[in-house]
């Protein structure tokens, strides 16, 4: 989480700590940011926590402070009426229409749980599976391209049950359209990478106990071991160093990108309706899964049975498609987050130098060959 100035950066911009970047040789030091929302990352003793989380919007909304990709949600517990006020603020409003942060509200918890915005590797997951029909070899998949809408949602209202009024933003949802009038929400994915494995088990319940349209929730956990602390300071004469068996990346002696591990869990209801895990497998970086991954399943029969295709419709995620994800998407996503994490201390001109350095290096062992 960054904070500064509110004229330190401009909208959209990348945020710039240039100005107060500390520079002695070869070495760079971080400003030690000041933390006017230091109370809305700790567990408030007061039952309602409006005022903090509309502090914490005005600040963001001000560019006084930045949510980044690598902040954790921070949680809010709010009353049924504090939440009609929130939605009427207008600096909450700027802060979820620019994307600066992402929130869920669960009315059965009254808390509302501010996301900061996804980092890249987060993003070319999402973009990878909305590729997933392309990139499928079926004699069904013409039929099928038709028929399947996968899309980033917006966010839902939940109108029943113990949830009622509860709004989510799901990653990536899957729709079937069954015919021209009957089209209907099937399969949710959210991909964690800040959230806790607790946090998505709940959304996977709380998706499957509150709209029966919904079949199945994928949940795709990215961890980074260890989770990135940015450095206080470092070595600008230093380079890039990538270890391409663990996908590491180094800047000198700081991990800038840890060890990725995905784990990939299907969750669906039991024979009595209950939300269950049905499918776990985990793989790390540049490996792939030992069995095809569920993804999008239409049984044959049951509500969803299509006539023009009678037959059971089965879209997995196969080994070789995970092999080109780490290859196609993983690497230019990786070093996405790399710039954005970097930026601050090294500054735009010698980060560009350190990145087409290290890109001359990756080129040179392309054209060499192992060794």
Not at 106 to 115: E, G, K, Q
Not at 161 to 184: A, F, H, T
Not at 266 to 279: A, I, K, L, N
């Amino acid at each position: 989480m960054d904070a500064s100035s509110s004229d330190a950066s401009e909208p959209g911009a990348p945020w710039r700590a240039l100005d107060s970047l500390s520079v002695s040789g070869n070495t760079a030091c971080a400003p030690q940011p000041s933390s006017p929302q230091q109370s809305n990352l700790q567990p408030s003793t007061h039952p309602d926590q409006l005022q903090e989380l509309l502090k914490l919007a005005e600040d963001v909304a001000t560019y006084k402070l930045r949510l980044t990709a690598d902040d954790e949600p921070i949680k809010f517990s709010i009353s049924r009426e504090s939440w009609l006020k929130l939605q009427e603020d207008s600096n909450f409003d700027l802060c979820t229409g620019r994307k600066l942060f992402r929130f869920f509200f669960d009315s059965s918890r009254y808390l509302v749980t501010i996301m900061p915005p996804p980092c890249s590797r987060h993003d070319a997951m999402v973009y990878f599976l909305q590729r997933v029909p392309f990139e499928t070899s079926s004699d069904l998949m013409s039929t099928l391209m038709s028929k399947i809408w996968i899309q980033g949602a917006p966010a839902s209202l939940i109108s029943t049950g113990e949830y009622e009024s509860s709004v989510k933003q799901p990653d990536l949802c899957i729709d079937w359209e069954k015919n021209m009038l009957d089209r209907r929400r099937h399969t949710i994915v959210e991909v964690g990478k800040t959230q806790t494995l607790q946090d998505l088990r709940y959304l996977a319940r709380f998706y499957l106990n509150n709209d029966a349209n919904i079949q199945r929730v994928i949940l795709i956990d990215i961890t980074e071991t260890p989770p990135f602390q940015s450095p206080k300071s470092i070595d600008i004469s230093q380079g890039f160093q990538e270890d391409e068996e663990t996908g590491v990346v180094w800047f000198g002696n700081a991990k800038i990108i840890g060890q990725t591990k995905i784990l990939w869990e299907v969750w669906e209801r039991d024979s009595t309706g209950v939300p269950q895990s049905t499918f776990e497998e985990t793989f790390a970086f540049g490996k792939v899964p030992l069995r095809d991954l569920p993804f999008f399943t239409i049984p044959e029969g049951g509500v969803y049975c299509d006539t023009t295709i009678r037959r059971e419709v089965d879209v997995p995620i196969k080994p070789e498609m995970i092999q080109k994800f780490w290859t196609k998407y993983w690497g230019s996503a990786c070093w996405v987050d790399v710039h954005r994490r970097m930026f601050g201390l090294l500054g735009e001109q010698r980060l560009k130098e350190a990145l087409e350095e290290a890109r001359a290096r990756h080129l040179a062992r392309l054209s060499t060959g192992p060794s």
